[in-house]
């Protein structure tokens, strides 16, 4: 499964390269995550914050649209539970609203790359999905000139965290770069 989703990124960013109308760009970001559990029927859980950091691509294409791709290792922390870590690769349309600002949305895959659990929480790494998938929306404001931008992006996940419990988790981040 890993390996045909890797495929099918690669080829997406592939044509978009193909079919630019622009100079693409490349990046460094990093940045801080807010998660929070939903799921089961009960309250959200509210999680520590965690970090991320990581490459991004963005391709213009015509008429103030464009693709950005990332790849960003990412850790959401669970309170009293686990670390867990993951490469995420958002592939986001991007809508330039204003010069400088772009709206972002589309879909987020994530791979779980490792997870510390705590020693009183023995048996929950058994059942973590290895495969997540995420719908993404945010913000992005590249400041003129100098390549510097600042993003706030929501990520909503769509299947569950773990194999045997209805369970999501939810993503606010908050995240600066720089483009060359």
Wanted: hydrophobic share 40%; with cysteine.
């Amino acid at each position: 499964m890993k390996k045909i989703i890797l495929t099918l990124i690669l080829s997406v960013c592939g044509f978009v390269l193909a079919t630019a109308q622009g100079k693409p760009s490349f990046g460094l970001k990093a940045g801080l995550n807010f998660t929070e559990l939903n799921g089961d029927g009960s309250d959200s859980i509210d999680a520590s914050t965690g970090f991320h950091a990581g490459i991004v691509l963005h391709v213009p294409l015509p008429k103030k649209i464009g693709i950005q791709a990332e790849a960003m290792y990412s850790v959401e922390k669970i309170d009293d539970v686990a670390d867990l870590g993951y490469l995420n690769v958002p592939v986001l349309l991007t809508y330039k609203i204003i010069p400088g600002l772009r709206l972002q949305i589309g879909p987020q895959f994530k791979i779980r790359t490792n997870a510390d659990v705590e020693e009183s929480q023995a048996g929950f790494e058994d059942d973590l999905s290895d495969f997540n998938f995420d719908g993404a929306v945010g913000l992005e404001y590249k400041f003129p000139v100098i390549g510097v931008f600042a993003q706030a992006r929501y990520n909503y996940g769509f299947t569950d965290i773990q194999d045997n419990a209805d369970v999501q988790s939810n993503n606010f981040q908050l995240s600066v770069g720089y483009r060359f």
